[in-house]
């Protein structure tokens, strides 16, 4: 069963707009920790600034990790696939 391209747009909106509302969240989230930690734990205010940074590139690199190994995997089948299809034909 092949899937139209408007399937394919209309599943990346979906996941985007889910990823946007969770990063929301979790900004949102790490803005009212800030202050917390800011009086207990942390003494410089440099410190407290690059936690939400952190996440984002924790999130960021993940999300191309995961990307990267998705292709590789997809490729790795598809010539497979055609090595088993040419050895069949031949």
């Known amino acids: ?3 139209s391209p408007l399937d394919k747009y209309t599943i990346s909106t ?6 946007y509302f969770q990063l929301t969240k979790t900004i949102s989230y ?4 800030i202050p917390v930690k800011n009086q207990i734990i ?6 407290a600034e690059m ?7 924790t999130i960021v690199g993940g999300c191309i990790a995961v990307t990267l ?5 997809r490729k790795y089948k598809g010539e497979k696939k055609k ?3 040419r050895d069949s034909n031949s």
Request: charge should be positive; hydrophobic fraction near 45%.
């Open 51 to 57: 936690i939400p940074f952190y996440w984002m590139l």
């Open 14 to 19: 979906v996941i985007g707009v889910c990823i």
């Open 1 to 3: 069963m092949k899937s």
């Open 83 to 85: 090595q088993s299809e």
């Open 69 to 73: 190994t998705y292709v590789s995997w």
């Open 30 to 33: 790490a803005k009212q920790i």
């Open 42 to 47: 942390l003494s410089s205010n440099n410190n």
